[in-house]
């Protein structure tokens, strides 16, 4: 090398000795005497396009590519409507900071040669890059315009709206691609992500599976297959395949996302939230892990709800209610709760359900205080005590309860409460007392269908026993980014020993069969709201043969993970069809919550 600059300094406007020496200083990296001489031919020679282009070149050998990219620059400079030029100048581009130069240069090659699929691939893949991704779904939607079976553009553009949080769109492009290209597992299991963030497991489950007997039993296919466990709340075989992927898969992030998930499902707070320090951990600001740590703390963090209510009906019964409550959670696994309302019982002058004096009103203060404590993944106990008062006398209120859950698939609520029967002036100033004995469950048998069935019985201080029977079989039938849709059939059936006309209704025999349709709107994760209908036959043993009538209730959770909640919610009922008016109601009820 010495022997170069000898000759340079005696033969200086030998500019291919020159360009000569500086690849050689490439080749050996250095850098700064390529530098050096590139400062010298410039002043000796100047430039060209030619010339920059030659540096592009050498400066790349050494392993500088920003140099290299500025010498495209000017390059590009010098010939500006050097389509391919353009184009070679944004792939020099590598870091974050060039991103928004990459997008200029490719730019400008689609502009002079427009239909050139290699730059508009080029500048999809810049402008994902940038997460601008209206630039690449719109180089995508150009390509096909061109190249109509162009298979990479049509993935493209499902990744494109997974990308934007276009889930609905996401998945017919997948579904599009797939059905030219169904031999590809890359793109299969990316659908089958898409459809279970739609909340669709039932389908998620059954694309696995058509996975695994064309791709066979892989890494990607467990990991998928315990996201939807975890997911649809079957923690129990979704934990199972994790703890048999976590060996050859520590510090996974997918893997220990489902695994603080399967973990909230299976009730064991204290588990998930060490899982959920393992997670954020190694993606600590990651909108997933802000995300994943909302779900897991909300239902840990103590709280106050201000709670008003009102419901009026076509027996002229008018019931208002005002109360706060709140939680303070000990520890994961325990908290208290208490709270107090005050309940307004009101109906017109004359009314069968008027006190016995005579008087319309009669208000209802009650205050009461309970411990819940999780005793096991698989039980969790509760128990209250207050008091009310109505019309000066005393009245002692508890509860007790217990939530079971032996399988992944089957939740069962017992309680058995007493509380003063307030549902009218009458029965509150007779100081009648209601003894609930009530067992809920919640059968999911698989991923489509859910059955809610109660089973209850009430006794009575004025001597009446009530009995009740429910059972309510429902179907998944659409999940969707925006709406959720079941449907399902219900009946309901309850009898009093007698009716003693004490202010309430107790016919011996009511039975009521319905059609039902719940569905849910997302407005984000955040905000929802979801509306109930059923309608059908119904008939107590007062009415010579069935009338129809109906339900719709609609209510609004905004907040479902912020420190403030708003819970709104308003019902209508109708119940007629025969000679008389029928009966009919109006509800309306609010909560707001503060969490802390």
């Not at 298979?151 to 579904?175: E, F, K, N, T």
């Not at 404590?373 to 969790?380: A, F, G, I, K």
Request: proline share 4%; hydrophobic share 35%.
């Amino acid at each position: 090398m010495p022997r170069y600059r000898t000759y340079l300094t005696q033969r200086p406007q030998d500019k291919d000795v020159m360009l000569e020496y500086m690849e050689l200083e490439a080749e050996r990296g250095d850098t700064q005497a390529v530098q050096e001489y590139d400062a010298l031919y410039r002043q000796r020679f100047g430039t060209s396009k030619e010339y920059w282009l030659r540096m592009a070149d050498l400066y790349a050998l050494g392993n500088h590519p920003a140099a290299a990219s500025a010498a495209l620059k000017e390059a590009a400079r010098l010939a500006p409507q050097d389509h391919a030029l353009f184009y070679r100048l944004a792939q020099s581009y590598s870091t974050d900071k060039e991103a928004s130069d990459a997008a200029d240069a490719i730019e400008h090659a689609v502009v002079l040669d427009p239909t050139n699929l290699e730059y508009l691939r080029s500048r999809a893949d810049i402008a994902a890059w940038r997460s601008d991704y209206a630039t690449a779904l719109d180089s995508y939607r150009r390509i096909l315009a061109i190249a109509p079976d162009d298979p990479g553009a049509r993935l493209g553009i499902a990744r494109v709206h997974y990308w934007r949080s276009q889930l609905d769109d996401s998945a017919r492009a997948y579904r599009d691609y797939l059905a030219r290209q169904p031999g590809v597992a890359t793109a299969s299991m990316e659908y089958i992500v898409v459809v279970t963030e739609l909340g669709d497991y039932a389908r998620a489950m059954e694309l696995l599976e058509a996975y695994k007997t064309r791709f066979g039993d892989n890494l990607a296919y467990r990991k998928q297959k315990a996201r939807v466990l975890a997911w649809a709340e079957r923690p129990t075989p979704a934990l199972d395949l994790i703890t048999a992927l976590e060996p050859e898969l520590r510090d996974d992030y997918e893997l220990g996302y489902t695994r603080t998930i399967a973990l909230h499902y299976a009730h064991r707070p204290r588990d998930a939230l060490a899982s959920l320090a393992d997670v954020a951990r190694l993606r600590l600001d990651s909108k997933e892990t802000a995300d994943l740590t909302r779900f897991i703390y909300t239902p840990l963090r103590s709280n106050a709800t201000l709670n008003l209510g009102y419901e009026s009906a076509s027996d002229n019964i008018t019931l208002r209610h005002a109360g706060l409550a709140g939680e303070y959670v000990i520890n994961p696994e325990t908290r208290l709760f208490g709270g107090t309302d005050r309940q307004s019982i009101d109906t017109k002058a004359g009314s069968p359900y008027a006190r016995p004096d005579g008087g319309t009103t009669v208000g209802y203060n009650r205050a009461w205080l309970g411990v819940q404590h999780r005793m096991s993944p698989r039980l969790s106990l509760d128990a209250q005590i207050g008091g009310g008062t109505a019309t000066g006398d005393s009245r002692f209120l508890y509860e007790l309860g217990a939530d079971l859950q032996p399988r992944d698939e089957l939740a069962l609520r017992l309680s058995r409460r007493q509380d003063l029967f307030a549902v009218s002036p009458r029965a509150a100033a007779l100081g009648i007392e209601r003894r609930a004995n009530t067992l809920d469950a919640t059968w999911t048998s698989d991923l489509r269908y859910t059955v809610a069935g109660r089973l209850a019985y009430d006794t009575f201080s004025d001597g009446n026993d009530r009995w009740e029977a429910e059972l309510a079989p429902r179907r998944a039938i659409l999940r969707t980014q925006r709406l959720n849709l079941d449907l399902g059939v219900s009946g309901r059936w309850f009898g009093f020993d007698r009716d003693p006309g004490n202010g309430y209704y107790a016919p011996s025999l009511y039975q009521r069969y319905a059609l039902t349709a719940f569905t849910y709107w997302k407005i984000s994760d955040d905000d929802g709201v979801s509306v109930a209908v059923s309608y059908g036959p119904y008939k107590d043993n007062t009415q010579s043969g069935f009338r129809r009538g109906g339900d719709i209730v609609a209510e609004g959770f905004f907040g479902l993970y912020r420190d403030w909640f708003l819970d709104v919610k308003a019902g209508f009922s109708s119940y007629g069809g025969g000679p008389t008016a029928g009966y009919r109601s109006r509800t309306f009820e609010l909560g707001l919550t503060r969490r802390f």
